[in-house]
């Protein structure tokens, strides 16, 4: 499709682009099946180059640093009411680990069809990492579906689903921002990928707004139609 | 409890990593710590620089095990990456690098010392070394100064004086050839 970007693997391996192809490659990434196969397997021959580069020995204290700091964020998981399972949290994601989780395809993302220009899937891209490397960013749990919404203290979120089902042709997931108006305002459509759905939602979600999902008619609705097959918790 | 955690794979410790386990960090930090240090040594030349690439990869595995995928990485490939990453923003942002990162393989011998793991890491170095001398030397050299030396394509296309598709062309042949020189020698890790 586009070969140029596909050339781009190797150096996204070996950590050797310039940012800007950086940004643009795991833009195009996560809608790209060849590429993700074809970086996990260049990933492994990296990670046996680090294998090659012996150094000194690191000195005990930084052992007990990274305990520190895991120790001084236990809030790695959130225990969601008793009848669901322990749902881990991305929130406070660097930005380092959000791009590299998105670098070597562990969210897969789909955009809608149309949008799907390589554009449009940088600028919602980078929209995503913006919010997960958002250290004051806050997670929500979902009251139904799995998954959880990331809020950015602007209210800018990104929802991420999983156990997504594939939707027949000629239908779409769409989401909802319902805010202190009680009326659901459009927030994107979206297709998940490998199960996954990570969506940058195109509306800010105002404190005590929920976030919603519902599954609409390719191209989505102005008004959601139920069932809803997520929502989220008050942010 | 270390002997309940140390027949647990990689991937089985960042699965407890992601419900809060400190202990699991603690051991994946004993398994890929020395290696990672290494790694991180060898792009930035400083010991304080390459303990902060380290300590925020493995603060970063803390956060984000949850979002791991097995099926994508070896655990170990994922930490890696992360420690790779961070060492190369920071000598960028350091412009700490120097002109020959590959004169020092004699030092990088002498200063490891012998661990448990030793043998198994020492096999495995031998290796990948044996693997990067049979490339051709234009080859080798774009790789390494990429990942140990931290230049992107387009600083090294301007600092051996070739077009930019050479230098790609270079470092997806290296690669690619490195692949299969490794995956013969490795049982079926895919």
């Known amino acids: ?235 | 409890m270390r002997k309940h955690l140390a027949h647990l794979s990689d991937e089985a410790l960042v699965a407890l990593v992601a419900r809060g386990d400190e202990r699991a960090l603690a051991e994946l930090y004993d398994r890929v710590g020395r290696v990672a240090f290494g790694l991180a040594f060898r792009v930035l030349r400083d010991d304080r620089l390459a303990e902060d690439a380290v300590q925020e990869a493995f603060l970063a595995v803390w956060r984000t095990a949850a979002a791991f995928r097995p099926e994508r990485a070896k655990a170990s490939t994922w930490i890696l990456t992360l420690v790779h990453r961070r060492a190369v923003d920071l000598v960028r942002r350091e412009e700490r690098r120097r002109a020959e990162p590959l004169d020092d393989e004699a030092r990088d011998a002498a200063t490891t010392d012998s661990a448990e793991t030793e043998a198994w890491a020492g096999f495995e170095r031998d290796r990948v070394q044996t693997a990067l001398k049979t490339l051709p030397d234009a080859q080798r050299e774009a790789i390494e100064l990429a990942y140990f030396g931290g230049f992107s394509q387009s600083e090294l296309a301007a600092r051996l004086g070739q077009p930019l598709g050479t230098i790609k062309s270079r470092m997806f042949a290296g690669l690619a050839r490195l692949r299969e020189l490794l995956d013969d020698g490795a049982e079926g890790a895919s």
């Not at chain 1, 959000?98 to 897969?108: E, F, M, T």
């Not at chain 1, 997960?132 to 997670?139: E, F, I, V, Y």
């Not at chain 1, 998954?147 to 979120?157: H, I, P, T």
């Not at chain 1, 800010?204 to 102005?222: F, K, L, N, S, Y």
């Open chain 1, 1 to 235: 499709m586009n070969s140029g970007i596909h050339e781009l693997t190797v150096g996204y391996a070996l950590d050797a682009l310039d940012p800007e192809e950086r940004d643009a490659y795991e833009a195009h990434l996560p809608g790209c099946a060849e590429c993700q196969e074809e970086l996990a397997s260049f990933s492994e021959v990296a990670g046996a180059l680090a294998m090659a580069a012996t150094g000194p020995v690191p000195s005990p204290e930084l052992r007990e640093r990274i305990l520190a700091d895991a120790r001084a964020e236990p809030q790695n998981v959130v225990t969601l009411a008793p009848r669901r399972r322990t749902v881990p949290v991305l929130a406070a994601v660097s930005t380092l680990a959000a791009a590299v989780a998105i670098g070597i395809g562990l969210y897969a993302v789909s955009l809608n069809g149309k949008l799907d220009d390589t554009r449009a899937a940088l600028s919602r891209q980078q929209g995503v990492t913006s919010v997960l490397a958002d250290p004051t960013a806050r997670t929500v749990a979902l009251a139904s579906g799995d998954g959880n919404v990331v809020v950015a203290r602007g209210g800018e979120a990104v929802l991420v689903l999983d156990r997504v089902e594939r939707l027949p042709a000629g239908k779409t997931y769409q989401s909802w921002v319902i805010g202190a108006d009680r009326t659901p305002h459009a927030a994107g459509t979206f297709q998940p990928a490998g199960g996954r759905a990570v969506l940058r939602l195109a509306m800010p979600v105002p404190a005590g707004g929920v976030v919603a999902v519902t599954i609409e008619d390719a191209g989505g609705a102005t008004t959601p139609t139920l069932p809803l097959v997520a929502a989220s918790e008050p942010v």
